[in-house]
């Protein structure tokens, strides 16, 4: 099972950055490729995951929610309790979108998606 | 007045990493090194302040809680409502310390400092 580390509760967000995701039999799906934090309350909404092949035109993230991510010193990455296969189906966002993302109007699908896998609304 | 975009309520970590950060006259008094997240809750705990000089043997970060951090617009940047000699008297941390920290000996004294500029506890 994934343990998190109590004595360092903390975590620079650069770490946090390019770090490993991976399913729960611990095989690698994808990594972080940055978090979106709103504004208003400090609140991680999102973390921003890459996978299948490097990013390019019309490439699509998959905003994860931060609740569904545990972190796993065994791994030195994050366990996410979902396949790559229905990761897939997820909403997905454009690259392009990110910077400066409102999802006010896609929150909903985003949350709703993952409510099976534990996410819990940050707003 | 600094006005915070509504349109965007989602900033990704990258964006607010290096952004500059000024005192209430609009000056500039340094810059966002990183933040510091909560792994457990997903909340931001400190904005990493770097001031005064280039990063060195020694040097000191000043982290800062987000609840202190108002984004300005019109400075593309965020203010803070503390004067550079105040945030030079305030608690520091060692450059070394910051990947993988441990507040919790220290949280009551950095949000006890900032308590009167608006700092709300993120735990």
Redesign the interface.
């Known amino acids: 099972m994934p343990t998190?580390?109590v004595?360092?509760?903390?975590?620079?967000?650069?770490?946090?950055?390019g770090s490993a995701v991976y399913n729960q039999a611990h095989e690698k799906i994808g990594r972080i490729e940055?978090?979106?934090?709103?504004?208003?309350t400090?609140?991680?909404?999102?973390a921003?995951l890459s996978f299948g092949g490097f990013l390019g035109l019309g490439e699509k993230f998959h905003p994860l929610p931060?609740?569904v991510l545990t972190?796993s010193e065994r791994d030195d990455g994050y366990i996410v309790p979902i396949t790559e296969e229905l990761l897939a189906l997820a909403p997905k966002l454009d690259v392009s979108e990110?910077?400066?993302?409102?999802?006010?109007e896609s929150r909903d699908d985003f949350y709703t998606y993952y409510g099976a896998y534990g996410a819990k609304p940050?707003w």
């Open positions: 998190i580390s004595e360092h509760q903390l975590i620079p967000a650069k770490r946090v950055n940055d978090i979106a934090i709103d504004k208003r400090g609140k991680v909404a999102y921003i931060w609740s972190y990110l910077s400066g993302w409102d999802d006010t940050y």
